[in-house]
Protein backbone atom coordinates (compact mmCIF):
# COMPACT_ATOMS: atom_id res chain seq x y z
CA UNK A 1 0.00 0.00 0.00
CA UNK A 2 2.68 2.34 0.85
CA UNK A 3 4.85 1.46 -2.27
CA UNK A 4 1.54 2.18 -4.40
CA UNK A 5 1.66 5.67 -2.95
CA UNK A 6 4.74 6.08 -3.05
CA UNK A 7 5.03 4.91 -7.11
CA UNK A 8 1.57 7.52 -7.48
CA UNK A 9 3.38 10.47 -5.78
CA UNK A 10 6.57 10.12 -8.06
CA UNK A 11 4.44 9.78 -11.08
CA UNK A 12 2.11 12.92 -10.22
CA UNK A 13 5.44 14.69 -9.72
CA UNK A 14 6.84 13.98 -13.44
CA UNK A 15 4.12 14.95 -14.28
CA UNK A 16 4.01 18.43 -12.80
CA UNK A 17 7.63 18.70 -14.06
CA UNK A 18 6.87 18.01 -17.91
CA UNK A 19 3.87 20.28 -17.38
CA UNK A 20 6.06 23.01 -16.42
CA UNK A 21 9.17 22.00 -18.62
CA UNK A 22 6.73 21.70 -21.27
CA UNK A 23 5.27 25.34 -21.32
CA UNK A 24 8.61 26.89 -20.96
CA UNK A 25 9.54 25.06 -24.15
CA UNK A 26 6.24 26.57 -25.82
CA UNK A 27 6.84 29.73 -24.80
CA UNK A 28 10.15 29.85 -26.08
CA UNK A 29 10.68 29.90 -29.72
CA UNK A 30 13.35 27.07 -30.61
CA UNK A 31 13.57 27.39 -34.47
CA UNK A 32 16.37 29.26 -35.97
CA UNK A 33 16.22 31.51 -38.31
CA UNK A 34 16.27 34.97 -39.09
CA UNK A 35 15.90 38.03 -36.86
CA UNK A 36 13.15 40.74 -38.71
CA UNK A 37 15.02 43.13 -40.87
CA UNK A 38 12.28 46.00 -40.36
CA UNK A 39 9.98 46.32 -37.26
CA UNK A 40 6.90 46.82 -39.86
CA UNK A 41 8.34 44.53 -42.81
CA UNK A 42 9.67 41.94 -40.93
CA UNK A 43 11.79 40.17 -44.10
CA UNK A 44 9.89 40.79 -46.65
CA UNK A 45 12.47 43.46 -47.78
CA UNK A 46 14.64 40.62 -47.69
CA UNK A 47 12.49 38.94 -50.26
CA UNK A 48 12.34 41.47 -52.13
CA UNK A 49 16.01 41.49 -52.32
CA UNK A 50 16.24 37.97 -53.36
CA UNK A 51 14.27 38.64 -56.27
CA UNK A 52 11.14 36.22 -54.99
CA UNK A 53 9.94 33.88 -52.02
CA UNK A 54 11.23 30.92 -53.70
CA UNK A 55 14.04 32.51 -53.81
CA UNK A 56 13.94 33.70 -50.46
CA UNK A 57 13.65 30.19 -49.19
CA UNK A 58 16.04 28.51 -51.17
CA UNK A 59 18.67 31.24 -49.19
CA UNK A 60 17.00 30.27 -46.12
CA UNK A 61 17.08 26.49 -46.13
CA UNK A 62 20.60 26.30 -47.57
CA UNK A 63 21.73 28.34 -44.38
CA UNK A 64 18.99 26.62 -41.65
CA UNK A 65 18.57 23.24 -42.87
CA UNK A 66 15.07 21.94 -43.52
CA UNK A 67 13.26 23.74 -40.50
CA UNK A 68 13.65 27.56 -40.20
CA UNK A 69 11.79 30.59 -39.60
CA UNK A 70 11.36 34.13 -40.42
CA UNK A 71 8.98 37.03 -39.90
CA UNK A 72 6.20 37.82 -42.49
CA UNK A 73 5.62 41.43 -41.12
CA UNK A 74 5.24 41.51 -37.66
CA UNK A 75 4.26 37.62 -37.59
CA UNK A 76 6.76 34.74 -37.06
CA UNK A 77 6.31 32.10 -39.98
CA UNK A 78 8.22 28.67 -40.03
CA UNK A 79 9.15 27.30 -43.61
CA UNK A 80 9.59 23.53 -43.91
CA UNK A 81 11.64 21.76 -47.07
CA UNK A 82 11.93 18.25 -46.80
CA UNK A 83 9.97 14.90 -47.50
CA UNK A 84 9.72 13.87 -43.68
CA UNK A 85 8.95 17.65 -42.54
CA UNK A 86 6.02 17.71 -45.54
CA UNK A 87 5.03 14.50 -43.85
CA UNK A 88 4.80 15.67 -40.34
CA UNK A 89 2.16 18.87 -41.82
CA UNK A 90 0.22 16.46 -44.72
CA UNK A 91 -3.01 16.09 -42.43
CA UNK A 92 -3.19 20.03 -42.06
CA UNK A 93 -6.45 21.23 -43.81
CA UNK A 94 -6.55 25.19 -42.70
CA UNK A 95 -4.27 27.95 -44.43
CA UNK A 96 -2.85 30.52 -42.95
CA UNK A 97 -4.96 33.61 -43.91
CA UNK A 98 -2.74 36.35 -43.48
CA UNK A 99 -0.03 35.09 -45.83
CA UNK A 100 -2.36 35.16 -48.54
CA UNK A 101 -3.99 38.31 -48.10
CA UNK A 102 -1.75 40.29 -50.97
CA UNK A 103 -4.11 38.33 -53.17
CA UNK A 104 -7.81 39.44 -51.72
CA UNK A 105 -8.06 42.31 -53.63
CA UNK A 106 -8.27 40.37 -56.88
CA UNK A 107 -9.91 36.79 -55.62
CA UNK A 108 -11.51 38.60 -53.27
CA UNK A 109 -12.46 37.80 -49.28
CA UNK A 110 -15.40 35.12 -50.31
CA UNK A 111 -12.79 33.11 -52.34
CA UNK A 112 -12.33 29.52 -50.99
CA UNK A 113 -8.64 30.48 -50.58
CA UNK A 114 -9.61 32.06 -47.29
CA UNK A 115 -11.96 29.24 -46.32
CA UNK A 116 -11.00 26.99 -43.15
CA UNK A 117 -12.52 24.61 -40.79
CA UNK A 118 -15.65 23.01 -41.54
CA UNK A 119 -16.78 25.85 -43.65
CA UNK A 120 -13.94 25.35 -46.20
CA UNK A 121 -14.47 21.70 -46.18
CA UNK A 122 -17.93 21.77 -46.77
CA UNK A 123 -17.11 24.13 -49.74
CA UNK A 124 -14.31 22.39 -51.15
CA UNK A 125 -16.54 19.23 -51.31
CA UNK A 126 -19.41 20.14 -52.71
CA UNK A 127 -18.35 23.38 -55.16
CA UNK A 128 -14.82 22.41 -56.26
CA UNK A 129 -14.59 18.68 -56.08
CA UNK A 130 -17.50 17.80 -57.73
CA UNK A 131 -17.35 19.91 -60.47
CA UNK A 132 -13.89 18.63 -61.29
CA UNK A 133 -14.30 15.51 -60.64
CA UNK A 134 -12.97 12.21 -62.60
CA UNK A 135 -16.36 11.02 -64.15
CA UNK A 136 -16.57 14.92 -65.40
CA UNK A 137 -13.56 15.00 -66.52
CA UNK A 138 -13.62 11.78 -68.44
CA UNK A 139 -16.89 12.72 -69.50
CA UNK A 140 -17.03 16.15 -70.22
CA UNK A 141 -14.01 18.25 -69.77
CA UNK A 142 -11.84 15.77 -72.19
CA UNK A 143 -14.51 16.88 -75.41
CA UNK A 144 -13.25 20.59 -74.62
CA UNK A 145 -9.63 19.77 -74.14
CA UNK A 146 -10.28 18.19 -77.90
CA UNK A 147 -12.67 21.34 -79.04
CA UNK A 148 -10.49 23.90 -77.97
CA UNK A 149 -7.01 22.30 -79.64
CA UNK A 150 -9.19 21.86 -82.71
CA UNK A 151 -9.92 25.23 -83.00
CA UNK A 152 -6.37 26.40 -82.07
CA UNK A 153 -4.63 24.41 -85.19
CA UNK A 154 -6.72 25.94 -87.41
CA UNK A 155 -5.23 29.40 -86.63
CA UNK A 156 -1.82 27.95 -86.69
CA UNK A 157 -2.27 25.98 -89.85
CA UNK A 158 -2.51 29.24 -91.44
CA UNK A 159 0.38 31.18 -89.88
CA UNK A 160 3.11 28.03 -90.26
CA UNK A 161 6.54 28.96 -90.55
CA UNK A 162 6.01 32.31 -88.25
CA UNK A 163 6.73 32.75 -85.06
CA UNK A 164 4.15 32.19 -82.09
CA UNK A 165 4.02 34.11 -78.82
CA UNK A 166 4.55 30.62 -76.97
CA UNK A 167 3.17 31.96 -73.46
CA UNK A 168 0.25 33.81 -75.08
CA UNK A 169 -0.94 31.10 -76.93
CA UNK A 170 -1.10 28.65 -74.21
CA UNK A 171 -2.79 31.20 -71.63
CA UNK A 172 -5.28 31.32 -74.63
CA UNK A 173 -5.96 27.58 -74.78
CA UNK A 174 -6.00 27.68 -70.94
CA UNK A 175 -8.71 30.56 -70.72
CA UNK A 176 -10.97 28.88 -73.02
CA UNK A 177 -10.49 25.55 -71.84
CA UNK A 178 -11.26 27.05 -68.03
CA UNK A 179 -14.71 29.36 -69.04
CA UNK A 180 -16.10 25.98 -70.89
CA UNK A 181 -15.76 23.76 -68.31
CA UNK A 182 -16.56 25.42 -65.46
CA UNK A 183 -18.88 27.96 -66.68
CA UNK A 184 -20.13 26.29 -69.96
CA UNK A 185 -19.62 29.92 -71.25
CA UNK A 186 -17.81 31.23 -74.44
CA UNK A 187 -18.32 34.66 -73.84
CA UNK A 188 -14.84 35.38 -73.41
CA UNK A 189 -13.82 33.83 -76.61
CA UNK A 190 -11.63 36.51 -78.53
CA UNK A 191 -10.89 39.07 -74.94
CA UNK A 192 -8.27 36.75 -74.32
CA UNK A 193 -5.74 39.06 -74.96
CA UNK A 194 -7.33 41.90 -72.82
CA UNK A 195 -7.85 39.25 -70.05
CA UNK A 196 -4.12 38.21 -70.12
CA UNK A 197 -2.89 42.28 -70.15
CA UNK A 198 -5.47 42.45 -66.60
CA UNK A 199 -4.61 39.65 -65.07
CA UNK A 200 -0.70 40.43 -65.63
CA UNK A 201 -0.87 43.52 -64.03
CA UNK A 202 -2.95 42.14 -60.75
CA UNK A 203 -0.91 39.49 -60.91
CA UNK A 204 2.69 41.51 -60.70
CA UNK A 205 0.73 43.89 -58.29
CA UNK A 206 -0.21 41.18 -55.69
CA UNK A 207 3.34 39.62 -55.95
CA UNK A 208 4.99 43.06 -55.30
CA UNK A 209 3.02 42.99 -52.07
CA UNK A 210 4.68 40.05 -51.21
CA UNK A 211 7.83 41.65 -51.41
CA UNK A 212 7.09 44.14 -48.93
CA UNK A 213 6.02 47.26 -51.34
CA UNK A 214 3.55 50.01 -51.41
CA UNK A 215 0.90 50.20 -53.71
CA UNK A 216 1.54 54.06 -55.12
CA UNK A 217 -0.89 56.20 -57.09
CA UNK A 218 -0.63 54.68 -60.54
CA UNK A 219 -0.24 51.62 -59.82
CA UNK A 220 -2.95 51.86 -57.42
CA UNK A 221 -5.19 53.13 -60.93
CA UNK A 222 -3.99 50.75 -63.23
CA UNK A 223 -4.96 47.93 -60.62
CA UNK A 224 -7.81 48.78 -60.31
CA UNK A 225 -9.00 49.05 -63.96
CA UNK A 226 -7.80 45.46 -64.47
CA UNK A 227 -9.92 44.27 -61.49
CA UNK A 228 -12.66 45.89 -62.58
CA UNK A 229 -12.06 44.55 -66.13
CA UNK A 230 -12.07 40.95 -64.30
CA UNK A 231 -15.40 41.81 -62.26
CA UNK A 232 -16.89 43.03 -65.38
CA UNK A 233 -16.54 39.64 -67.63
CA UNK A 234 -17.51 37.37 -64.50
CA UNK A 235 -20.54 39.42 -64.18
CA UNK A 236 -21.15 38.74 -67.49
CA UNK A 237 -20.31 35.08 -67.59
CA UNK A 238 -22.62 34.61 -64.72
CA UNK A 239 -25.66 36.66 -66.06
CA UNK A 240 -25.14 34.05 -69.12
CA UNK A 241 -25.78 31.00 -67.36
CA UNK A 242 -28.51 32.14 -65.35
CA UNK A 243 -30.49 32.62 -68.65
CA UNK A 244 -29.45 29.38 -70.17
CA UNK A 245 -31.43 26.65 -69.83
CA UNK A 246 -31.87 22.49 -71.12
CA UNK A 247 -29.75 19.57 -70.44
CA UNK A 248 -26.13 21.43 -70.86
CA UNK A 249 -24.13 20.09 -68.37
CA UNK A 250 -23.59 20.75 -65.07
CA UNK A 251 -20.57 22.70 -63.97
CA UNK A 252 -18.47 24.54 -61.62
CA UNK A 253 -20.91 27.93 -61.56
CA UNK A 254 -24.54 25.64 -61.56
CA UNK A 255 -23.13 24.18 -58.03
CA UNK A 256 -22.62 27.88 -56.54
CA UNK A 257 -25.97 29.23 -57.64
CA UNK A 258 -27.68 26.19 -56.90
CA UNK A 259 -26.32 26.14 -52.79
CA UNK A 260 -28.36 29.56 -51.61
CA UNK A 261 -28.22 28.26 -48.02
CA UNK A 262 -24.06 28.45 -47.84
CA UNK A 263 -23.93 31.21 -51.08
CA UNK A 264 -24.97 33.98 -49.42
CA UNK A 265 -24.31 36.75 -51.71
CA UNK A 266 -23.55 38.10 -55.52
CA UNK A 267 -20.09 39.02 -54.23
CA UNK A 268 -19.35 35.68 -53.03
CA UNK A 269 -20.33 34.12 -56.06
CA UNK A 270 -18.25 36.77 -57.87
CA UNK A 271 -15.31 36.05 -55.91
CA UNK A 272 -15.44 32.44 -56.39
CA UNK A 273 -15.90 32.59 -60.41
CA UNK A 274 -12.68 34.98 -60.46
CA UNK A 275 -10.57 32.24 -58.17
CA UNK A 276 -11.85 29.53 -60.55
CA UNK A 277 -10.99 31.57 -63.67
CA UNK A 278 -7.78 32.90 -62.89
CA UNK A 279 -6.78 29.46 -61.02
CA UNK A 280 -7.65 27.55 -63.85
CA UNK A 281 -5.68 29.18 -66.62
CA UNK A 282 -2.76 30.81 -64.84
CA UNK A 283 -1.04 27.47 -63.37
CA UNK A 284 -2.24 25.05 -66.77
CA UNK A 285 -0.96 28.32 -68.77
CA UNK A 286 2.33 28.55 -67.55
CA UNK A 287 2.65 24.78 -67.68
CA UNK A 288 2.09 24.05 -71.42
CA UNK A 289 4.16 27.29 -71.97
CA UNK A 290 7.39 25.38 -70.32
CA UNK A 291 6.69 22.03 -71.39
CA UNK A 292 6.92 23.39 -75.16
CA UNK A 293 9.36 25.25 -74.39
CA UNK A 294 11.45 22.11 -72.73
CA UNK A 295 10.46 19.92 -75.82
CA UNK A 296 11.64 22.45 -78.21
CA UNK A 297 15.04 22.99 -76.51
CA UNK A 298 15.55 19.32 -76.06
CA UNK A 299 15.09 18.16 -79.48
CA UNK A 300 16.39 14.44 -78.81
CA UNK A 301 13.30 14.60 -76.04
CA UNK A 302 10.83 15.43 -78.52
CA UNK A 303 11.93 13.16 -81.26
CA UNK A 304 11.32 10.46 -78.51
CA UNK A 305 8.00 11.68 -77.37
CA UNK A 306 6.52 11.87 -81.04
CA UNK A 307 7.60 8.71 -81.54
CA UNK A 308 5.45 7.22 -78.33
CA UNK A 309 2.59 9.60 -79.35
CA UNK A 310 2.95 7.33 -82.85
CA UNK A 311 2.99 4.35 -81.03
CA UNK A 312 0.14 4.79 -79.02
CA UNK A 313 -2.71 6.65 -81.57
CA UNK A 314 -3.69 7.14 -85.14
CA UNK A 315 -6.56 9.39 -84.32
CA UNK A 316 -6.57 13.29 -84.78
CA UNK A 317 -6.07 12.81 -80.84
CA UNK A 318 -5.47 10.35 -78.04
CA UNK A 319 -8.70 8.59 -75.80
CA UNK A 320 -8.78 9.32 -72.30
CA UNK A 321 -7.24 5.87 -71.98
CA UNK A 322 -4.32 6.08 -74.29
CA UNK A 323 -3.52 9.12 -72.34
CA UNK A 324 -2.26 6.75 -69.17
CA UNK A 325 -0.69 4.43 -71.57
CA UNK A 326 1.54 7.51 -72.75
CA UNK A 327 4.36 7.28 -69.31
CA UNK A 328 7.24 8.98 -71.28
CA UNK A 329 4.41 12.10 -72.05
CA UNK A 330 3.44 11.62 -68.46
CA UNK A 331 7.47 11.98 -67.43
CA UNK A 332 7.89 15.05 -69.55
CA UNK A 333 5.21 16.42 -67.64
CA UNK A 334 6.21 15.86 -64.00
CA UNK A 335 9.97 16.86 -64.86
CA UNK A 336 8.70 19.85 -66.56
CA UNK A 337 6.99 20.76 -63.05
CA UNK A 338 9.82 19.87 -61.05
CA UNK A 339 12.22 21.70 -63.43
CA UNK A 340 10.44 25.12 -63.69
CA UNK A 341 9.52 24.81 -60.11
CA UNK A 342 5.94 25.56 -60.93
CA UNK A 343 4.15 26.18 -57.52
CA UNK A 344 7.13 27.19 -55.82
CA UNK A 345 5.28 27.03 -52.26
CA UNK A 346 2.22 26.92 -50.28
CA UNK A 347 1.11 27.36 -46.49
CA UNK A 348 -0.91 25.47 -43.89
CA UNK A 349 -1.58 26.41 -40.20
CA UNK A 350 -2.75 24.52 -36.65
CA UNK A 351 -4.96 26.64 -35.45
CA UNK A 352 -5.33 25.34 -32.18
CA UNK A 353 -2.50 22.74 -31.64
CA UNK A 354 1.30 22.81 -31.51
CA UNK A 355 2.88 20.99 -34.55
CA UNK A 356 6.55 18.61 -33.98
CA UNK A 357 7.92 19.32 -37.23
CA UNK A 358 12.14 17.93 -37.59
CA UNK A 359 11.71 17.66 -34.07
CA UNK A 360 10.63 21.16 -33.07
CA UNK A 361 7.71 22.48 -32.21
CA UNK A 362 5.84 24.97 -33.99
CA UNK A 363 3.10 27.00 -31.72
CA UNK A 364 -0.66 26.75 -32.56
CA UNK A 365 -1.37 29.84 -35.27
CA UNK A 366 2.15 29.65 -36.85
CA UNK A 367 2.09 30.05 -40.21
CA UNK A 368 3.81 27.21 -41.87
CA UNK A 369 5.42 27.48 -45.27
CA UNK A 370 5.41 24.44 -47.27
CA UNK A 371 9.09 25.13 -49.22
CA UNK A 372 7.62 22.85 -52.16
CA UNK A 373 10.10 24.48 -54.85
CA UNK A 374 13.11 24.43 -52.39
CA UNK A 375 12.69 20.14 -52.26
CA UNK A 376 12.27 20.29 -55.92
CA UNK A 377 15.53 21.35 -56.74
CA UNK A 378 17.40 19.86 -53.82
CA UNK A 379 20.53 18.35 -54.88
CA UNK A 380 20.76 15.40 -52.10
CA UNK A 381 16.95 14.32 -53.48
CA UNK A 382 17.77 14.64 -57.53
CA UNK A 383 21.08 13.91 -59.76
CA UNK A 384 21.40 17.45 -61.91
CA UNK A 385 18.63 19.27 -60.49
CA UNK A 386 19.08 21.70 -63.09
CA UNK A 387 19.30 19.61 -66.09
CA UNK A 388 15.71 18.53 -68.27
CA UNK A 389 15.83 14.58 -67.65
CA UNK A 390 12.09 12.92 -68.02
CA UNK A 391 13.65 9.88 -67.63
CA UNK A 392 13.98 10.63 -64.08
CA UNK A 393 10.72 9.67 -63.65
CA UNK A 394 10.30 6.27 -65.37
CA UNK A 395 9.66 3.55 -62.44
CA UNK A 396 13.14 2.24 -61.47
CA UNK A 397 14.24 5.94 -60.36
CA UNK A 398 10.84 7.23 -58.89
CA UNK A 399 11.44 4.27 -56.63
CA UNK A 400 14.57 5.71 -55.09
CA UNK A 401 12.81 8.99 -54.26
CA UNK A 402 10.13 9.88 -51.20
CA UNK A 403 6.96 10.51 -52.71
CA UNK A 404 6.66 13.75 -50.95
CA UNK A 405 9.78 14.57 -52.72
CA UNK A 406 7.60 15.52 -55.66
CA UNK A 407 4.74 17.69 -54.68
CA UNK A 408 3.95 20.07 -57.72
CA UNK A 409 0.43 20.40 -56.52
CA UNK A 410 0.59 20.31 -52.84
CA UNK A 411 -0.08 17.19 -50.81
CA UNK A 412 -2.22 17.88 -47.91
CA UNK A 413 -5.22 15.67 -48.20
CA UNK A 414 -8.50 17.72 -48.87
CA UNK A 415 -6.66 21.00 -49.67
CA UNK A 416 -4.13 19.43 -52.63
CA UNK A 417 -5.45 21.60 -55.82
CA UNK A 418 -8.77 20.80 -56.65
CA UNK A 419 -7.93 20.94 -59.99
CA UNK A 420 -4.62 18.60 -60.28
CA UNK A 421 -6.68 16.09 -62.76
CA UNK A 422 -7.43 18.42 -64.73
CA UNK A 423 -4.70 20.29 -64.95
CA UNK A 424 -2.74 17.20 -65.77
CA UNK A 425 -4.63 15.79 -68.59
CA UNK A 426 -5.63 19.04 -70.14
CA UNK A 427 -1.52 19.60 -70.49
CA UNK A 428 -1.37 15.55 -71.80
CA UNK A 429 -3.94 15.86 -74.47
CA UNK A 430 -2.37 19.31 -75.37
CA UNK A 431 0.82 18.43 -75.72
CA UNK A 432 0.47 14.83 -77.44
CA UNK A 433 -1.99 16.86 -80.53
CA UNK A 434 0.52 19.47 -80.73
CA UNK A 435 3.55 17.40 -81.07
CA UNK A 436 1.89 14.36 -83.02
CA UNK A 437 1.38 17.14 -85.50
CA UNK A 438 3.74 19.88 -85.30
CA UNK A 439 8.06 19.80 -84.91
CA UNK A 440 8.73 22.36 -82.40
CA UNK A 441 11.55 24.69 -82.47
CA UNK A 442 12.70 28.00 -80.50
CA UNK A 443 12.39 31.41 -83.02
CA UNK A 444 15.96 31.99 -80.98
CA UNK A 445 17.80 29.35 -79.52
CA UNK A 446 20.31 31.51 -78.11
CA UNK A 447 17.99 34.09 -76.22
CA UNK A 448 17.70 32.25 -72.56
CA UNK A 449 13.81 32.38 -70.82
CA UNK A 450 14.16 33.90 -67.00
CA UNK A 451 11.79 32.10 -64.56
CA UNK A 452 9.90 34.27 -62.60
CA UNK A 453 8.78 32.81 -59.19
CA UNK A 454 5.78 34.24 -58.30
CA UNK A 455 2.98 31.68 -56.80
CA UNK A 456 3.00 30.09 -60.12
CA UNK A 457 6.24 30.27 -62.03
CA UNK A 458 5.95 32.61 -65.32
CA UNK A 459 8.55 33.50 -68.13
CA UNK A 460 9.84 36.79 -67.71
CA UNK A 461 9.70 37.89 -71.54
CA UNK A 462 7.77 35.95 -74.12
CA UNK A 463 8.89 33.38 -75.98
CA UNK A 464 8.43 33.25 -79.54
CA UNK A 465 8.33 29.43 -81.48
CA UNK A 466 7.91 28.39 -84.57
CA UNK A 467 5.23 24.99 -85.79
CA UNK A 468 6.61 22.98 -88.97
CA UNK A 469 4.18 20.18 -89.75
CA UNK A 470 5.21 17.08 -89.99
CA UNK A 471 5.05 14.34 -92.52
CA UNK A 472 2.32 16.75 -94.67
CA UNK A 473 -0.26 15.72 -91.97
CA UNK A 474 -3.17 18.24 -92.56
Keep these: MILSIIFISIILILNLVWLKYRRKIQNKFTIPGLSASNPELGNLDDIGRSGSLHEFLTK ?27 HETRRLFDRPVSLFAPFEPLIGANSIQYANGDIGRYRRKNHYDVALSPIALRGHFFDIFQRVLR ?42 KRIEEAYNTCWHEMEMRIQGHKMDSKREVQFNEARNYFLEKVKEIIAECRQQSGDKEKCFIDYLLADEEHVLSEEHICDEVITMFVGGFHTTGNLLTWILYYLAENQSVQQRLYEELVETYEAEFPSFEQIDQMTYLTNIINESL ?17 VIVCGQIIPAGTPIIQALGVVLKDEKIWT ?45 LFIAGIIRTYKVTLANPTSPVIPVHGLVTTPKDETFIVFTQRNGLK
Design 60 to 86: LHKKFGPIASFYWGKQRVVSIASPEAF
Design 151 to 192: DKMVTWQSNEGKPLALHAEMLSMAIRSITLAAFGSTIVFGDE
Design 384 to 428: DPSVFNPDRFNDANKKKISSLAFAPFGFAGKRICPGYRFAQYEAS
Design 338 to 354: RLSVLAPWAARVSPNEE
